[in-house]
C-alpha cells in the first residue's frame, strides 16, 4: 500500500497563498488517481480536487475552481495543490488520498480511497 506525507500547511491572510505537496513512498503514484480533501471542525473530509493518473484530467470542487490548481510529477512521486486567493472558508486540515481509477466521479467521495496522508493544516486569516 502506499504511504502519503502531505507538506506545506501555514497560517497566512485572506488573498495570501500557499502550495501543499504530497509525496508518496511504498508503491508509484502513477498508478492511481490522486485526490485532495479539506477536514471541517465537523470531521467531515470534503472534497477539493482530483488528477487522473497521467494528469490530463482534473476536477474541482466549484468553491476553488479557479483559485486552486491539482498538478503531478509521477517521477518524483509527488502530488501539488497550489493555493491562490485563500479565503477563511478554506481554514481546515487538509489530506490527499490514493485511489484505484474507474469510471464517473467516484473520486469525488473520500470513501473510495484507501490510502491516505497525516494531513497539514491550512490557516487562514481574515
Known amino acids: 500500500q502506499v504511504q502519503l506525507v502531505e507538506s506545506g500547511g501555514g497560517l497566512v491572510q485572506a488573498g495570501d497563498s500557499l502550495s501543499l505537496s504530497c509525496a508518496a513512498s511504498?508503491?508509484?503514484?502513477?498508478?492511481?488517481?490522486m485526490g485532495w480533501f479539506r477536514q471541517t471542525p465537523w470531521n467531515e473530509r470534503v472534497f477539493v480536487a482530483a488528477?487522473?493518473?497521467?494528469?490530463?484530467?482534473?476536477d474541482y470542487e466549484d468553491f476553488v475552481k479557479g483559485r486552486f490548481t491539482i498538478s503531478r510529477d509521477n517521477a518524483k512521486n509527488t502530488v501539488y495543490l497550489q493555493m491562490n486567493s485563500l479565503k477563511p472558508e478554506d481554514t481546515g486540515v487538509y489530506y490527499c488520498?490514493?485511489?484505484?481509477?474507474?469510471?464517473?466521479?467516484?473520486?469525488?467521495?473520500?470513501?473510495?480511497?484507501?490510502?491516505w496522508g497525516q494531513g497539514t493544516q491550512v490557516t487562514v486569516s481574515s
Open positions: 488520498g490514493a485511489t484505484q481509477p474507474a469510471s464517473g466521479n467516484y473520486y469525488r467521495s473520500p470513501a473510495w480511497y484507501h490510502s
Open positions: 511504498g508503491q508509484m503514484l502513477s498508478s492511481y488517481t
Open positions: 488528477i487522473t493518473q497521467s494528469g490530463e484530467t482534473t
